[in-house]
């Protein structure tokens, strides 16, 4: 990451399809996951979508407050029990990170 994406406001865009057997599970995590990064990091859920389709599929929207902070998060999560708690709902996941960058005109 350069230092221009460590400074810059961040998105963290993820496709979540949640094992079928654990949706309610995963719906209680998610409210504490969502209350934990905000405190502790800054970290806002912008958006959540979810498929009506029989699969169980979630579009999350997280604004982050720079490339350093979603380091942090990234360093932190190997020993943060509550985001092994999510994972172990979770059957798949895409996710990329878009930073925001200046524009010359």
Known sequence: MSNEERDAPCYLHAVVNVKPDRLDEFSGLM??????????????????????????????????????????????SAEEPLIHRVEACIESEQVEVVCAVECDE
């Open 31 to 76: 409210v504490e996951l969502r209350r934990m990064l905000h405190e502790t990091y800054g970290v806002r859920l912008e958006r959540s979508y979810r498929s009506i389709s029989k699969h169980v599929t979630f579009v999350n929207l997280w604004a982050v407050p720079s490339g350093a902070v979603l380091e942090q998060i990234m360093k932190a």
